[in-house]
């Protein structure tokens, strides 16, 4: 299953509410999760079942979509949000990511 | 949640074998809710899951790699293992190891390593 997303890169301000679209090439029902990478990190676990947070994430973060259309979105920046963005489909194997969504301050 | 500590060789020559190793710490890798599962992410940032190992033994591996990558545990030193063979420049990328684990919604990557970079050349 391809996932793409989009914008691939995008630029924004503190404060702003920003969303991330991922698209899948066939159904992953609800299958469908979120990370966070900054550089020389490892990702981070944001996001599960397309729209339930896990523990510790902040609640600005909040997830939605079924089906092949899925969104992350951060009702209002931190500087600390700054970062890349990956979905993950887990509704069949071989598990696949999208390419990424590099969030950068304006 | 697990830790986990990748660790091996930075420099692996073509045509060999990649060997890197996942300690896992805080919690045991014979626990049934855990698929023990390595993923790498390439220069230009992209990430491919390679596949996993159950608790039990029981593994998956991407169908491109099928051939040449084996994952193993070895619970006495609570850590599980990845060979990868016939290495090409292709293969360079940063080599993360993660816990899998699911909500009932397929496997998350719920834990990761730091990641180690593995570069193959000559």
């Known amino acids: 299953i391809q996932m793409t997303q989009s914008p691939s890169s995008l630029s924004a301000s503190v404060g702003d509410r920003v969303t991330i679209t991922c698209r899948a090439s066939?159904?992953?029902?609800?299958?469908l999760n979120w990370y966070q990478q900054k550089p020389g990190e490892a990702p981070k676990f944001l996001i599960y079942?397309?729209?339930f947070l896990q523990s510790g994430v902040p609640s600005r973060f909040s997830g939605s979509g079924s089906g092949t259309d899925f969104t992350l979105t951060i009702s209002s920046l931190q500087p600390e949000d700054f970062a890349t963005y990956f979905c993950?489909?887990?509704?069949?194997?071989?598990?696949?990511f999208g390419q990424g969504t590099k969030l950068e301050i304006k | 949640q697990v830790q986990l500590q990748e660790s091996g060789p930075g420099l692996v020559k073509p045509s060999q074998t990649l060997s890197l190793t996942c300690t896992v710490s805080?919690?045991?890798?014979?626990?049934?809710?855990?698929?023990w599962s390595w993923i790498r992410q390439y220069p230009g940032k992209g990430l491919e899951w390679i596949g996993y190992?159950?608790?039990?033994?029981?593994?998956y591996y991407i169908p491109s790699l099928r051939s040449r990558v084996t994952i193993s545990l070895d619970t006495s030193k609570n850590h599980f293992s990845l060979k990868l063979s016939s290495v090409t420049a292709a293969d360079t990328a940063v080599y993360f190891c993660?816990?899998?684990?699911?909500?009932?919604?397929?496997?998350?990557?719920?834990?990761w390593g730091q990641g180690t970079l593995v570069t193959v050349s000559s």
């Open positions: 993660a816990s899998g684990y699911s909500y009932g919604y397929g496997l998350c990557f719920e834990s």
């Open positions: 805080g919690g045991s890798i014979s626990s049934g809710d855990f698929y």
């Open positions: 190992i159950s608790h039990s033994g029981r593994t």
């Open positions: 066939q159904s992953v029902g609800s299958y």
């Open positions: 079942g397309a729209s």
């Open positions: 993950q489909q887990s509704y069949s194997t071989p598990y696949s």
